[in-house]
């Protein structure tokens, strides 16, 4: 997001805070497509993602005075995202999704196994990512498609600026064994 | 010895913690170069640097491949909106008004009417001094009294209570919001040169008055300038 952008943000922040509606319509028309995916990553459900979007924009409605500028608004939205996803999964008693639970999530299609044999690594990439553990997850998706710094993820995620790059870590030799014992082997570790 | 580790029963390097962020721009500039000058002298760290810009690929097209959420979220939120309890639209104080003010600047904005006001000041110098130089040694006049004129005009209740301030460099946003307050004065226009227009709450004073209190404001510790101005 460039710096203009973010700027922009702050002074829609400072409307929204003052009541304006517009204000909380162009905020929307530029986030909430990023807070839906990065809700559906967590809580893997259509339905409770959309549902975490209305949740996490009403919170910026109603605390938008009290934001400080201390983070990028995008970098606010994503840690209340977050926030909304974990206590709708601790909600939920019908699916326990708990991270332990994540990680052994079946996917429905084609396992990595088969994905090779189709020789689209690609694809077993993707289907490997979506078997990491939330922890792993997130981490992966903050810093590689949300574009989130160190610090920005320690803020989100609520952990020291060392540990989130050890997770990261930890998280691509993950996905790297994950793609190993589906016979992709790409030369690290 | 090089950046990269090559078991994984080996803590990783700082260097290669970083290489994600590399991939996605984010690091910052030392970091960057950092990065940079170690990728070019060890191999090994560049494959890992190739396998992560893989990574990084797949997570982007995953996550768009997650689509966009349905006009049910947004027709949702703003239902919810309108169920809030109205905020209340009481006008904003003298301190918001001027928080606000600048809040819409931009740092580079804010730095250019500073930098504009002193070359403002500058050029009026320059305009001044060339008039008078233009106009020479003024010719000796002996004040009279015009018996067509009224002695004793009364100015009456002037209209308009607006005045250009320029604040001190080093005034400090309290203090210029106490200031206000203590005028009873708004900022309502902030782009002419560095110069703040501020406009005065009391309409009832006469031009005398009006006088002293511009004359009381350019004496304030804070306040470089202040004159009038319709």
């Not at chain 1, 973010?6 to 002074?11: E, G, M, P, Q, Y």
């Not at chain 1, 983070?71 to 326990?96: C, H, N, P, Q, Y």
Request: with cysteine; charged share 25%; glycine share 6%.
């Amino acid at each position: 997001m460039s710096a203009t952008q973010a700027a922009s943000d702050d002074v829609l922040i400072v409307r929204i805070a003052q009541g304006d509606r517009l204000a909380m319509q162009v905020l929307y028309g530029r986030h909430h497509v990023r807070v839906f995916r990065f809700g559906m990553r967590l809580v893997r459900d259509e339905q409770l993602a959309e549902d975490l979007i209305s949740e996490v924009f009403l919170d910026v409605w109603r605390q938008a005075g009290k934001f400080e500028g201390r983070s990028a608004v995008s970098t606010w939205l994503l840690a209340i995202t977050r926030f909304k996803a974990l206590s709708a999964l601790r909600r939920r008693k019908d699916v326990e999704l708990d991270e332990k639970a994540a990680d052994t999530i079946e996917d429905s299609s084609d396992n990595p196994e088969v994905t090779v044999q189709k020789k689209d690594t690609g694809s077993a990439l993707r289907k490997c990512l979506s078997k990491l553990t939330a922890e792993h997850r997130e981490i992966i998706d903050l810093v590689y498609y949300h574009e989130k710094s160190v610090e920005e993820v320690a803020g989100i995620v609520g952990i020291p600026e060392n540990t989130v790059k050890t997770r990261l870590f930890y998280a691509r030799k993950k996905l790297a064994e994950l793609l190993k014992e589906s016979g992709i082997e790409r030369g690290w570790p | 010895m090089a950046a990269s580790k090559n078991t994984m029963q080996k803590e990783p390097s700082e260097v290669e913690l970083l290489l994600p962020w590399h991939a996605a721009g984010t690091l910052n500039a030392r970091d960057s170069r950092k990065v940079d000058e170690a990728l070019a002298r060890d191999p090994e760290l560049a494959r890992q640097y190739a396998v992560i810009r893989e990574e990084y690929a797949e997570t982007i097209d995953l996550n768009e491949s997650l689509g966009a959420p349905s006009a049910r979220a947004m027709q949702k939120l703003f239902a919810a909106i309108d169920a809030e309890p109205a905020r209340q639209s009481r006008p904003l104080s003298v301190a918001s008004r001027f928080t606000g003010f600048f809040a819409s600047l931009s740092p580079r904005t804010l730095a250019w009417s500073a930098s504009l006001g002193a070359l403002a000041l500058v050029l009026q110098a320059g305009v001044i001094g060339a008039v008078l130089m233009k106009r020479g040694p003024a010719p000796f006049e002996v004040a009279s009294l015009n018996d067509n004129e009224s002695n004793t005009r009364d100015p009456g209740p002037i209209t308009s209570l607006h005045a250009l301030v320029r604040f001190a460099p080093d005034a400090r946003l309290s203090e210029i919001t106490s200031l206000l307050d203590k005028y009873q004065a708004t900022i309502v226009d902030g782009s002419t040169g560095g110069m703040f227009r501020l406009q005065f709450a009391n309409w009832t004073m006469s031009r005398d008055e009006f006088s002293n209190l511009l004359k009381r404001l350019q004496r304030e510790k804070i306040v470089s300038l202040a004159v009038p101005t319709p």
